[in-house]
């Protein structure tokens, strides 16, 4: 079964500063989607970005990039000029290439606070 | 407003009760999945539904639980005779069945207690 680990519950970072949240998984998969979502409070779940495990390439979306390391299997999230609204939980992700369940399998999470 | 909608969004129900939540999905999204997020775990699946078939259900889903997509429009959860191991965000989330992702959109989730 596939797993999802998030070892840092808690993270803050100040304003404008750039944070790298950690993820590692485990699978047996040769081919594979990744996640970061995002869920502010008391508000539904977004996706901030993915990256498929076939690219080598590391997704980039605006202030947010991630660092793939498919032999280590680690999938970090780095956050660029933090701003205040970026004060959420954030949840890293895996979902299977292939099957037709497509189920998310998430980590516990990272709570990341931004301060003034 | 297209996104997932899911009601109610907070249900209070003493041990015992029976409770049904409802999820609308994106229209024109055919896949369904059903997630149970309990305080400080991230979400974990529970069941998943193509149109109004369902494909796949989680070992947590136990027997009291029973969830159904009519004519694979919007989707209802039920769980019969509540614990207080119940009480959790359940979260609905719909994707369309094209394209590499599959990108799940989440609803706002109904909280439940049970007291």
């Known amino acids: 079964a596939q797993t999802v680990t998030q070892s840092q519950p808690e993270m803050s970072v100040q304003e404008a500063e750039t944070v790298t949240l950690s993820c590692t998984y485990d699978t047996s998969e040769s081919d594979y989607y990744l996640f970061w979502y995002k869920q502010p409070p008391s508000r539904q779940m977004i996706l901030v970005i993915r990256?498929?495990?076939?690219?080598?390439q590391n997704a980039t979306e605006n202030r947010f990039s991630v660092n793939f390391q498919k032999a280590a299997k680690s999938f970090s999230l780095k956050i660029s000029d933090s701003q205040l609204g970026d004060a959420a939980m954030y949840f890293c992700a895996y979902r299977m290439l292939t099957g037709t369940a497509s189920k998310l399998t998430f980590g516990t999470g990272t709570r990341l606070q931004v301060t003034l | 407003d297209t996104g997932v909608s899911q009601d109610p969004r907070h249900k209070i129900t003493k041990r015992g009760q029976n409770v049904t939540f409802r999820c609308d999905p994106i229209?024109?999204?055919?896949?369904l999945y059903w997630y149970r997020q309990t305080l400080g775990q991230g979400p974990e699946f529970l069941t998943y539904f193509q149109n109004e078939a369902q494909l796949e259900k989680s070992r947590l889903l136990s027997d009291r639980f029973s969830a159904e997509r009519p004519k694979g429009s919007f989707s209802t959860l039920e769980i019969q005779r509540t614990e207080q191991g119940d009480s959790a965000m359940y979260l609905c989330?719909?994707?369309?069945?094209?394209?590499?992702?599959?990108?799940?959109?989440f609803g706002p989730g109904t909280r439940l207690t049970v007291t």
């Open positions: 990256q498929e495990a076939y690219k080598q």
């Open positions: 229209s024109e999204h055919n896949r």
């Open positions: 989330a719909s994707s369309p069945s094209s394209g590499s992702f599959y990108e799940q959109y």
